[in-house]
């Protein structure tokens, strides 16, 4: 299971922006073949929509393994960010803490499997990784702008 950062007030905004939507959808899918094109095509639509609710805005996951962004900057999350954790949150201090560390940290731990064989080069996972590293600090700002704590599953 990766780790999981969300807040809640936006997943909440969101679902009730697509509520309506996501139940056409819903309702359409149970009426036709699940082998069908028309499913096919309704379970993409639902999908998309999922993907607007758990948006970058509300949510950050880091599947452990090759492209973890913590493993690449050298932190872990039970051993680095655990312990920032209470009763399954990050708020207050402990979210400018888990910003400082990774801000502090610097990509060193590309994973060599990533690089053998693959159509990425080495300047591109770090792209890759930056990228990741922007989104989790933007939704760790966006926490402290709205005073609300980051919901977290590790």
């Not at 999908?47 to 900057?73: H, P, R, V, W």
């Not at 731990?109 to 990533?114: A, C, F, M, W």
Request: proline residues 1%.
């Amino acid at each position: 299971m990766p780790a999981n950062l969300w807040l809640q007030s936006i997943i909440d905004k969101n679902n009730s922006k697509y509520a309506d939507l996501m139940e056409k959808f819903q309702s359409e899918k149970v009426q036709v073949s699940q082998f069908s094109k028309e499913h096919k095509e309704i379970s993409s639509k639902i999908n998309a929509l999922y993907k607007k609710i758990m948006s970058e805005e509300a949510c950050f996951t880091d599947k452990y393994g090759q492209t973890s962004l913590l493993k690449s900057l050298g932190l872990d999350w039970k051993r680095d960010i655990s312990c920032l954790i209470t009763e399954g949150q990050i708020s207050g201090d402990e979210i400018l803490l888990f910003i400082d560390k990774i801000n502090n940290a610097q990509i060193t731990q590309i994973d060599q499997t990533l690089l053998e064989g693959a159509e990425a080069d080495k300047e591109e996972w770090e792209k890759f990784f930056e990228e990741k590293r922007a989104n989790l600090i933007n939704l760790l700002k966006k926490a402290m702008e709205l005073n609300e704590p980051l919901q977290c599953s590790i």
